[in-house]
């Protein structure tokens, strides 16, 4: 498998556009993870799924923040409209079962808001 | 709150020297989860040690575990220039999420 694989790798856009970020979780893994890392605030867990369904979106900073995941191999991130704060490396992570088991991130989406 | 927090916030050691960074935890766990994060990468899972186990190694890599004082420690021996990184740890409990709390950055002197 080639491990969890997020697009773009980086991305620069305007104050105020909308921006989509995508994740491919490892076939069979039945959680998803979405997470923003920055300097300021560490790693933060946005979002997580199981079999497709949000469980926890208490992390998911305002309303511009949506996540969805329409079938268990694609997962968006969608930020409308965008701020200059909402930069940040944005990760996806998967895992299969819950507890016992490890996570395996993505390579992470460096998003820039100008 | 699941958040386990890692001290110190910084290390530089000497290669060859031997790291050791620490993780506290307020509530009661199933396991115990230790991450890398190398710079600009994605983290990656170093080890798991379950509540019930004390010490656990794999390679260079030794955990401890303490569930009465809430507290793991990981310890890499010998260390290398490649293990310059960020270490986190992940406490887990009942809840399926993961947290993760600032991190250990570990810098290696050659």
């Known amino acids: 498998d080639a491990g969890v694989i997020q697009s773009p790798r980086h991305e620069v856009t305007e104050m105020g556009q909308e921006v989509t970020l995508r994740c491919k979780p490892i076939s069979g893994h039945d959680y998803l993870f979405w997470y923003r890392q920055t300097m300021m605030r560490g790693l933060e867990l946005l979002i997580y799924f199981n079999n497709n369904v949000p469980i926890d979106d208490s992390g998911m900073p305002e309303d511009r923040f949506s996540a969805k995941m329409p079938n268990a191999s694609f997962s968006t991130l969608k930020i409308q409209p965008s701020e200059p704060r909402d930069s940040a490396v944005y990760f996806c992570?998967?895992?299969?079962?819950?507890?016992?088991?490890?996570?395996?991130f993505g390579q992470g989406t460096r998003l820039t808001v100008v | 709150s699941q958040q386990g927090e890692e001290d110190p916030q910084a290390l530089s050691i000497q290669e060859g020297e031997n790291a050791t960074m620490n993780c506290s935890y307020k509530t009661s766990i199933n396991n115990l989860q230790w991450y890398r994060q190398n710079s600009g990468r994605g983290l990656v899972h170093l080890i798991l040690?379950?509540?019930?186990?004390r010490e656990k190694h794999s390679g260079r890599l030794r955990v401890t575990l303490d569930t009465s004082k809430k507290s793991s420690s990981l310890l890499i021996t010998a260390s290398r220039a490649a293990d310059t990184a960020s270490y986190f740890c992940a406490p887990r409990g009942s809840a399926s999420k993961i947290i993760f709390g600032s991190g250990t950055r570990l810098s290696i002197r050659p």
């Open positions: 040690i379950r509540s019930n186990e």
């Open positions: 992570a998967s895992s299969l079962g819950q507890g016992f088991t490890e996570a395996f």
